[in-house]
């Protein structure tokens, strides 16, 4: 895979793809990562090379990662292990 810098648009694409298609990972890291365990809905509004951020009804969280990602397929590697982290209820 070729590199594909994190920037506005790459995070836009991103976002859209994990709210029409992934919305199930979007919700389960508002609940394990932010910490909220009842809300109506949520979205990903943006990622950067440090966090992405949800609106949770409301409210807006910033999700830091555990290091800066270097490009897109890093960040796709990293959302995978991140929900891959997240226990079994």
Known sequence: MSFEP?????????CNHMNKDHQDAVNKYAEYYGKIKTFRSAKMISL????????VD???LEIKFDHILQDCSDAHKTLVKMIRAIPEK
Do not use: G
């Not at 994190?6 to 991103?14: A, F, H, M, V």
């Open 58 to 60: 409301e409210k807006i």
């Open 48 to 55: 950067s090379p440090k966090y992405i951020k949800l609106k």
């Open 6 to 14: 994190i920037n506005q648009e790459s995070s836009l694409r991103i």
